[in-house]
Each structure stands twice: as C-alpha cells, then as structure tokens.
C-alpha cells in the first residue's frame, strides 16, 4: 500500500476521525560534495520522489501520540518527557521516536510553541540507504508543528531545526544537506547549496541526462560512530592547520596548495579524512561550471573521482557499493557513478544519457545481483518539491 493511503486508514482507525491535514516531506540524493556540509564546503543535492507522510490532527490533551505505520508501533510523549527522551509512561523512546521528539525538542529550544498532537506517519524512503529517510521524518514533523502551531518558520529555518535536533539530541554530528534538500527541493532541479553562507540556487538538470538511483540492498546505521569518526578526523586536521595558516576556520578555508605543502604536519587518518574533503571542494568549484555549460561527460568524470576518494580516502565506501559503481562506469551511456549520502551501504547516484536510462537500469540489475547474489532496486528518480501540507 502507498504511505498516504496507510496513514490516512490507519489514522482513520486509530483515532476515530479523518485526520486535520496531511503532508510530506521528500528523501534526498546527493550528485557531489560528499562528507563536506559540515567542513562549510558545497553541494548538490535534489529531492526525490520518495518521502515520508504524516497524516495529523491537534490532540485533546498536552499528550502527543504518534504511530509509526511502517513498525506498527505507537509512543506517547508530553513536553516534560521529551528532554529525557522517554516517552509519557517514562519508557524510553524508540530509535524511530527521536526523530519526532528531537524536532520538537529543538523547537521548543528556539522558543517555537509545540503544541500536541495526534500523528500517523510512514514512509518509502528505504531507511539506512543513504536516501536521507531521518531528514525525510524531521522535515514532515517540522511541517506538521508548523501547522498546528501557527506559526510560520522558512524552509531552510525548518532545516537548521531538523539539523540541529540531529546533532543534539539524536546524537549524529551531521552538517544540513539532508534537511535542507528535504525543506527546499524543487521539481525538476538540483540544489547548489553553499553550506556556509547558506545561499542556494535550483541548477537545472541537464535534459538529456536522468538521475538513476542503485540500491545495493545493504543497510547502514548512521549513529553506528563511523559517521562521527570520520567528523572527527576533519575536525583534528582544522585544529592543526588553523595554527599554520591564518583565517582557518573550516576546511572550506584550506586549498588544495596549501594542504599539500602543510599536510606530513597530520596524523595519518586526519591527513586522509581532510585530503578528501579539501580536494572535494576544488572537485565541486571545477565541476559546476561544466555542468552549467552542459559538459556533462566531463562532470561525470567528476563524480567518478568522488567515488574514488570516498573509497580511498574518506573510506565510507564498502565492497557492494563499490560493485554497484564499476559496473555502472562499465556500461554505456553512463556519464558518472559514486555512493551517494554517508556510505558505509545503501545507494549509488548515476547521472545517464536519458535515452539509455532503461536500458541502464536493467543491465546494472542483472550484472550486479550476478557478481554478489544480491537483489537491488534500482530506478530513474525524478527531482522533487520539498516538504509541504498536501
Ligand atoms: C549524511 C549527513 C549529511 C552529509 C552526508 C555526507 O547524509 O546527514 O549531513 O554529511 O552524510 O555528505
């Protein structure tokens, strides 16, 4: 059954009534600068057609209820709970639960009313596939507050918000381009998104080019620390560096010239970790060009490189993704091919010639599950608006 239809039946026989609203909030895939939102670096995401649905209603009382549809599972919360993350019996909180509970902690941090409610959701973003399924949660949760709340934050305010109940309550130390591809996508576009000002702009997707996404079918979790190590290793390179070079602040600030000349001063896996990011963000400035003039055989040269250094040096890669990429550089009509989001499983993004996209998709299927026994999913992803009340 499609996400809306379950939640709006589920809904429907949970509580008794229709449901106030629904609303949804997109999944997101990354085209390039990975692992570099959060060293204040450049990226280009779009919203896909696959999201999380929230069907909503205000409650009776100061008692928030939502149901999981996809777990069959139900928590209550009150605002007292929340900053204990246990729900209202004083239970903890599932995994699932934090995503809800974090935003409304975060509201609540930055002075925004949170008001209970009633809520059904449920998603087709896969979770642990690197499509940004928590984002997706977060952002649908932002709208559905907003709603009941009545007041009104921008879609890039929402993401700050869905960011930052991310980093501290859930726990994951990621940068905003999940949240913000969530809040902000735009039907037909890519996302350039400068994460340190936060200027953005929709860059069109060139017309003879479609976005497959590959799913290796294997599952990550991002709180598994990895995610956070490789952070870490950015953030002891920044620490070093800023007492060599003046105007440090980020590794946005570092050029590839300098990082050479200055990197046997690193610890091994922090030169490697910042390698990667450094030359990331050069990649990125180099590639945007190409791809606004249409040079789309030399951007996907680009993404090609990413992969490389996602594998080499950043080393959130692993065999199946690897996989996955190989073939796909191997078969005609493919521009470019790299994991995509934080790795570690889940998705490969493959920019491709439009009209070679089916024929594209099947043979990357049938080579793949040969070479590793594994069924993925693979299909042609059309870009996205972002979160919204439907
Ligand atoms: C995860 C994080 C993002 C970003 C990517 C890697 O998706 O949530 O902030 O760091 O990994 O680019």
């Known amino acids: 059954m499609h996400p809306k239809e379950l939640i709006t039946q589920t809904f429907s026989q949970r509580f008794g009534k229709k449901p106030a609203y629904l609303a949804l909030a997109p999944g997101r895939v990354n085209i390039l600068g990975e692992h570099v939102d959060f060293n204040d670096g450049f990226v280009l995401p779009a919203a896909i057609n ?49 995503y809800p509970a974090g935003v409304a902690w975060a509201l609540t941090e930055s002075g925004q009313p949170v008001a209970a409610m009633n809520a059904v959701f449920a998603s087709d973003v896969p979770r642990g ?28 305010q929402r993401a700050q918000i869905g960011q930052k109940a991310e980093n501290k309550y859930v726990g994951v130390n990621c940068g905003i381009m999940d949240q913000f591809a969530s809040a902000c ?12 000002s936060l200027d953005w702009k929709p860059v069109p997707i060139p017309q003879n080019v479609a976005i497959v996404i590959a799913d290796t079918s294997i599952r990550r979790r991002l709180t598994d620390g990895a995610y956070n190590q490789r952070r870490q290793g950015c953030d002891d390179a920044v620490k070093i560096l800023s007492h060599l070079l003046p105007n440090v602040r980020a590794l946005r600030d570092v050029s ?17 970790r910042a390698r990667h990011v450094v030359e990331e963000i050069e990649r990125f400035q ?49 521009l470019g091919a790299r994991l995509t989001g934080a790795g570690f499983g889940g998705c490969t993004a493959n920019l491709v010639e439009k009209s070679t996209a089916e024929a594209f998709s099947a043979e990357l299927a049938r080579q793949y599950e040969a070479q590793t026994g594994l069924k ?14 439907l």
């Open 376 to 389: 993925p999913e693979i299909y042609i992803c059309k870009a996205s608006d972002g979160a919204r009340l």
């Open 286 to 334: 180099h590639g945007i060009p190409l791809l606004e003039q249409g040079k789309i055989h030399e951007f996907g040269q680009i993404m090609n490189e990413c992969h490389t250094s996602l594998r080499d040096l950043y080393e959130v890669s692993i065999p199946e993704l690897n996989t996955m990429v190989e073939i796909a550089q191997s078969l005609p009509g493919c």
């Open 129 to 156: 596939a690197g499509l940004s399924s928590s984002a997706s949660v977060e952002m649908a949760f932002a709208i559905a507050w907003q709603t009941i709340g009545g007041w009104n934050l921008s879609p890039m």
């Open 50 to 98: 696959r999201a999380t649905y929230i069907a909503f209603s205000p409650a009776d009382s100061d008692h928030t209820t939502l149901v999981a549809a996809d777990f069959t599972e139900e928590v209550s919360f009150t605002l007292q709970s929340i900053p204990t993350k246990t729900s209202a019996n004083g239970s903890p909180l599932p995994q699932w639960a934090t």
């Open 256 to 272: 590839v010239e300098d990082f050479n000349r200055l990197s046997s001063q690193l610890p091994a896996l922090a030169e490697k």
């Open 185 to 196: 996508g735009v039907a037909d576009k890519l996302l350039l998104l400068d994460c340190r």
